[in-house]
């Protein structure tokens, strides 16, 4: 069996400015300046891994209470200004039609991940999330990928993941899958094959289904 894997944040929904502003507000409120290069370096990682980037910066509070005081920021911005990318609500939509099983890997909390899938309701497309807390290891490693496809019941060789990151690209390819990035913002890309947008037909060409 065949399906489509999605990552969450830059691919399905434009939550990445929102995350963004809520880490640049808290770690300025400990005299850390975040860079464009600090935003690349730390895209499609966990929240633990971007603490521990800035904490090599300068002091900063254990991980738990930074990462609470973030997600207060940007859950309290959810239900009125997330917005889903068009292109991959309407390619999720087509796909969940045609009996495609789809699955989400997220570097985000569980806790995130669900109000985000609620906001925008796609979580009904979705035969299996997995949550960035829920596996050992997250982006580049392939965990998350790997206990999706497990979840799914798919065969990873057949199948597709849509990223928007390289990290997160490297973590689908090390799973087996076939991957594709589509492009949203000026990040590395690695060797990985870019598109512009999500786009349903070239989804089923590529599981064959066309």
């Known amino acids: 069996m065949n399906g489509v894997i999605f990552d969450f944040d830059g691919v399905l929904g434009d939550s990445e400015p929102l995350s963004w502003a809520a880490w640049i507000a808290v770690l300025g409120s400990h005299g850390i300046e975040v860079t464009e290069e600090d ?3 730390c895209t499609g990682t966990t929240s633990s891994f971007t603490h521990a980037h800035f904490a090599k910066q ?9 990462l609470a005081a973030v997600d207060r920021h940007r859950q309290s911005a959810y239900p009125t200004e997330l917005r889903a990318f068009p292109d991959a609500a309407n390619a999720v939509q087509a796909l969940a039609m045609v009996g495609v099983p789809l699955g989400v890997a997220s570097s985000s909390s569980r806790m995130n991940l ?7 309701g796609l979580g009904r ?4 999330t997995v949550a ?3 596996v050992a290891r997250g982006k580049p490693e392939p965990d998350i990928y790997l206990e999706v496809i497990a979840q799914l019941g798919i065969d990873p060789g057949r199948s597709v993941a849509v990223e928007d990151t390289g990290i997160g690209a490297d973590a689908a390819a090390a799973a087996g899958l076939r991957t ?3 492009k949203r913002m000026d990040l590395p890309t690695g060797l ?5 947008e999500v ?3 070239m989804l089923l060409l590529w599981l064959g289904r066309l």
Not at 125 to 128: A, E, H, Q, S
Not at 192 to 196: A, K, T
């Open 58 to 66: 300068a002091p900063l509070p254990d991980y738990p209470d930074v």
């Open 39 to 41: 935003i690349a370096a």
């Open 192 to 196: 990985h094959p870019v598109v512009s």
């Open 114 to 120: 669900d109000i985000k899938l609620d906001v925008l």
């Open 132 to 134: 960035g807390d829920e």
């Open 125 to 128: 497309y979705f035969d299996v």
């Open 199 to 201: 786009d349903p037909d």
């Open 180 to 182: 594709v990035i589509v």
